[in-house]
C-alpha cells in the first residue's frame, strides 16, 4: 500500500517525509540554540547580563503573544485580565519598586535558581533536567490565583535567570548570584517602565 500523500501547489510530500523534514528541522533548531547557549558562556560579563535581558524579553514576547491574543478574542475588554501586579503597584509604587528592584532579585536568585538548582544536582548532573527544573520552579513561583498567563511570562525570565546561574556558578556561587540578581532586577526595572507606561 502507497503512502497517503499530500499535495501543496507544486509539491507532494509523503507523511514519512514530513516526518522526516519535521525531525530535521527540530535538530537543526536544537543544535543552533545549544550553539548559542554555549558560546554566552565565553561572554565578558557585561555582555552576558544585557543580551541575556534582551533574550529573555524577545522569549517573553515569543511566548506571551499567542496566548494574550487567545486570552483578548475570548474576554474581549483586556481590563478583565489585566495583570493584577499592576494594580498593586498602583497602590504603592515606591515600595514596589524597592521590591522588585531590590528585594526580589536576590531572594528569588536564592529561592528561584540556587535551591532547585542545588537539590537537582544532589540526584543527577545532567544539565538540562537542571536548567528544566529551574526554569518551571520559578515560573511556578509566580502563579497569582492560578493564572497561566504569568506562567507563560515567567518562563523564559526563569530558563534565563537559571541559564546564568548555571553559567556563573563555574566561577563561583556569588558570581552566580550577582550576576542572576543584576539581570533580574534589570529585567524588572524594564517591567515596572512598561507598566508605568
Known sequence: MEPQLISSQNHR???????EITKQMTYLFVSCWHRYLTTTRSYPVIRFILEMILLAWFLKIVMTLPVSLMVLLIYGDPAVWQNPQQADFALRPVANAILALAVAPILETIIGQ??????????????????????????????????VT?????????????????????????????????????HNAIALLLMAW
Open 13 to 19: 510530500f509523503s507523511a514519512p517525509r514530513l516526518w
Open 114 to 147: 540556587w535551591a532547585p538548582i542545588a537539590a537537582v544536582r544532589q540526584w543527577t548532573q545532567c544539565q538540562p533536567l537542571v536548567l528544566a527544573t529551574a526554569t518551571l520552579f520559578f515560573a511556578g513561583l509566580h502563579l497569582f490565583s492560578w493564572d
Open 150 to 186: 504569568i506562567f507563560f511570562a515567567t518562563l523564559p525570565v526563569g530558563f534565563v535567570l537559571a541559564w546564568s546561574f548555571l553559567v556563573w556558578h563555574r566561577q563561583s556561587r556569588t558570581h552566580a548570584v550577582g550576576v542572576t540578581a543584576v539581570i533580574h532586577a534589570l
